[in-house]
């Protein structure tokens, strides 16, 4: 059967994340309302403006929903902004940004810095089989501090440092980049099979 997963709906690139779940053998649907985060397996939230998700996500009274039911255990993607609401902690945020939470990393927003707003490159992803991922990073945050429950998956060097952009913490997978962009489903067949693996 196909794990019936929602993109949270209220700003981004919605309509990708959902074609790219349903090429990866999921049931899409979108999450709007706390009625309808009750009812999805798993979720992905999009890539964005994580202080414009941030503001919806209260104003729609999805916060403490969300936070239940990731604390019982829902697997969540974040891709970009996504990664930036997934995070405990945020730095460079706007002014009153908060996140949803989760995920126990601190993330710097817009990390890359203005001169690089955007780029791509190959990357060897730790749990992705089959090569190389192309990662597209647009105004991309990337990962400054692991908790010890999480896996760092993938790393760039910039800036003369190492910083994770895939990390994944049990059933909670977040990258800096947008994999949606590009035609290959393989990081969202990985989150599929974690919502299979959530739901046996
Ligand atoms: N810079 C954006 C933010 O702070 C993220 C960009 C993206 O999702 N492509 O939310």
């Known amino acids: 059967m196909s794990p019936r997963i929602g993109v949270l709906a209220v700003q981004g690139d919605v309509r990708e994340h959902a074609a ?8 899409p649907t979108l999450v709007r309302r706390p009625a309808e985060v009750e009812a999805v397996d798993g979720l ?22 969300l936070r239940a039911r990731i604390a019982s255990g829902m697997p969540v993607y974040g891709s970009c902004a996504g990664m930036i609401l997934l995070a405990d902690r945020v730095l460079d945020g706007a002014p009153g940004q908060q996140s949803i939470g989760g995920l126990d990393i601190t993330v710097r927003r817009n990390a890359f810095g203005r ?4 780029y791509e490159t190959d990357l060897s992803v730790e749990e992705i089989p089959g090569g190389p991922v192309r990662a597209v990073f647009i105004r991309a945050p990337w990962v400054e501090e692991v908790g010890p429950g999480v896996e760092v998956l993938a790393s760039v060097s910039a ?25 290959d489903r393989r990081i ?12 046996r």
């Open 159 to 183: 800036k003369g440092e190492d910083h994770p952009i895939v990390v994944r913490q049990g059933p909670l997978l977040a990258t800096s980049f947008h994999p949606e962009v590009t035609g």
């Open 188 to 199: 969202h067949e990985r989150f599929v099979e974690l919502v299979r693996d959530a739901a």
């Open 44 to 65: 992905v939230i999009p890539g964005g403006e994580s202080s414009t998700i941030d503001k919806l996500v209260r104003a729609f009274e999805l916060l403490d929903p």
């Open 20 to 27: 790219a779940l349903a090429a990866a053998g999921a049931e």
């Open 115 to 118: 001169q690089v707003d955007s």
